[in-house]
């Protein structure tokens, strides 16, 4: 599976460096990333159709279909989290040797949940 953040589209993402997500998902807890998620979400939701046409070379609508693209491919990767803590929490509640949900990094939840494989 590909990460869903990560742009075909983009040749910045055609290099060899980590993507910053995978850096991200180490760094955050589950809680933290699905609320930077909703973050975006506002963000570009908020945002819409209001950018500065000055130093760009898209036309309003394209400008316009790119933030609603990414509104997308956040609440599509907000809603991929959320599936993954209500399984971890179930677990976390099972067993006395698992972290609290709200402890566990992204990337700890990621490759706790099988269904889950990008990198």
């Not at 809680?31 to 979400?41: D, T």
């Not at 399984?87 to 706790?112: F, K, L, W, Y």
Request: charge should be negative; glycine fraction near 4%; include cysteine.
């Amino acid at each position: 599976m590909k990460h869903p953040l990560l742009n075909p589209d983009s040749p910045h993402y055609d290099t060899d460096c980590m993507p910053s997500i995978y850096e991200l998902e180490k760094e955050l807890t589950l809680a933290e990333s699905i609320g930077w998620c909703k973050g975006n979400i506002l963000k570009y939701k908020l945002r819409l159709g209001k950018k500065s046409t000055i130093d760009h070379f898209d036309s309003e609508a394209e400008r316009k279909a790119k933030d609603i693209k990414k509104i997308e491919t956040y609440e599509a990767y907000r809603d991929l989290l959320m599936r993954i803590a209500d399984e971890i929490g179930i677990q976390c509640r099972v067993s006395q040797n698992e972290e609290p949900p709200h402890m566990v990094t992204t990337r700890m939840a990621i490759d706790m949940y099988a269904d889950v494989q990008y990198l």
